[in-house]
């Protein structure tokens, strides 16, 4: 019985995760889920690639937390629009929550939302917000043995950004193990490899995303 309210559950935010798709492509937005343990960089991504990427895009940041609004504050002044989501416990984000989010915005404005999902390398895994990119963030410091212990975040992102990568050394971190095994379990993924608070190794990962919004906008 339990079983089956899950899967309902499952169901329907993947429903509502499709009308969301289908509502931002209505207005030519693209959508990115930022997903990572908490600290693994998330904001600290966001304050750097806004840089590059609010040069020429309309952007809004959905900021999903459990309580307070600090990563909101650290985005506030960069020309994005902001909405925080309070989960109050929750441990991710889901599309309906996404899609009340999207109503506090002026879908006629925006080029791309970027969702900062809840810091868990567990449970937005399951959980379909409507996003076209899919990015886990992975900070080194968290070891060079975790992708096939949290294999659904590891397989299901689209793009992993490998981050704090100038610790690598100081971490006994071995990158190229690190990749390799990420590769195992999601061979077609795109990888790169970042220090977010440098905005210099955001350049490739910037130039990229660019590029997949233009064909996207173009489709
Ligand atoms: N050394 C180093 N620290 C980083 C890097 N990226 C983020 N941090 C730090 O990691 C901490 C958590 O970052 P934050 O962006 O808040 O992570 P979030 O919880 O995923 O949003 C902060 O103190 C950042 O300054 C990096 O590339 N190198
Ligand atoms: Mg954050």
Same mark, same amino acid.
């Given at each position: 019985?339990?079983?089956?309210? !899950?899967?309902?559950?499952?169901?329907?935010?993947?429903?509502?995760?499709?009308?969301?798709?289908?509502?931002?492509?209505? +207005?030519?937005?693209?959508?990115?889920?930022?997903?990572?343990?908490?600290?693994?960089?998330?904001?600290? /991504? /966001?304050?750097?690639?806004?840089? *590059?990427?609010?040069?020429? *895009?309309?952007?809004?940041?959905?900021?999903?937390? %459990? *309580?307070?609004?600090?990563?909101?504050?650290?985005?506030?002044?960069?020309?994005?629009?902001?909405?925080?989501?309070?989960?109050?416990?929750?441990? +991710?984000?889901?599309?309906?929550?996404?899609?009340?989010?999207?109503?506090?915005?002026? /879908?006629?404005?925006?080029?791309?939302?970027?969702?900062?999902?809840?810091?868990?390398?567990? @449970?937005?895994?399951?959980?379909? %917000?409507?996003?076209?990119?899919?990015?886990?963030?992975?900070?080194?410091?968290?070891?060079?043995?975790? $992708?096939?212990?949290?294999? $659904?975040?590891?397989?299901?992102?689209?793009?992993?950004? &490998?981050?704090?990568?100038? !610790?690598?050394?100081? @971490?006994?971190?071995?990158?190229?193990? /690190?990749?390799?095994? &990420?590769?195992?379990?999601? $061979?077609? @993924?795109?990888?790169?490899?970042?220090?977010?608070?440098? $905005?210099?190794? %955001?350049?490739?990962?910037?130039?990229?995303?660019?590029?997949?919004?233009?064909?996207?906008?173009?489709?």
């Amino acid at each position: 019985m339990e079983i089956k309210v !899950l899967k309902n559950v499952m169901i329907k935010n993947d429903a509502v995760g499709n009308d969301n798709r289908k509502r931002f492509k209505g +207005h030519k937005i693209y959508t990115i889920n930022i997903t990572s343990s908490p600290g693994a960089g998330k904001t600290t /991504l /966001l304050e750097n690639s806004l840089k *590059y990427i609010n040069k020429k *895009y309309r952007t809004a940041i959905i900021e999903g937390d %459990l *309580y307070t609004s600090r990563d909101a504050e650290r985005l506030a002044g960069k020309n994005a629009a902001l909405v925080q989501i309070n989960t109050e416990g929750g441990c +991710h984000l889901d599309a309906r929550m996404i899609s009340g989010a999207a109503n506090e915005l002026d /879908l006629n404005d925006l080029d791309i939302i970027f969702i900062e999902n809840v810091g868990n390398l567990v @449970c937005p895994a399951g959980f379909d %917000l409507g996003e076209n990119l899919r990015v886990l963030v992975y900070s080194i410091t968290e070891g060079d043995d975790k $992708p096939k212990k949290y294999l $659904p975040m590891f397989n299901k992102a689209d793009v992993i950004l &490998i981050n704090k990568i100038e !610790l690598a050394d100081i @971490c006994k971190i071995n990158l190229n193990k /690190l990749e390799t095994e &990420i590769r195992e379990i999601n $061979p077609k @993924c795109k990888i790169f490899r970042i220090s977010a608070v440098n $905005p210099d190794s %955001l350049i490739e990962w910037d130039t990229w995303l660019d590029e997949q919004i233009g064909e996207y906008k173009k489709s």
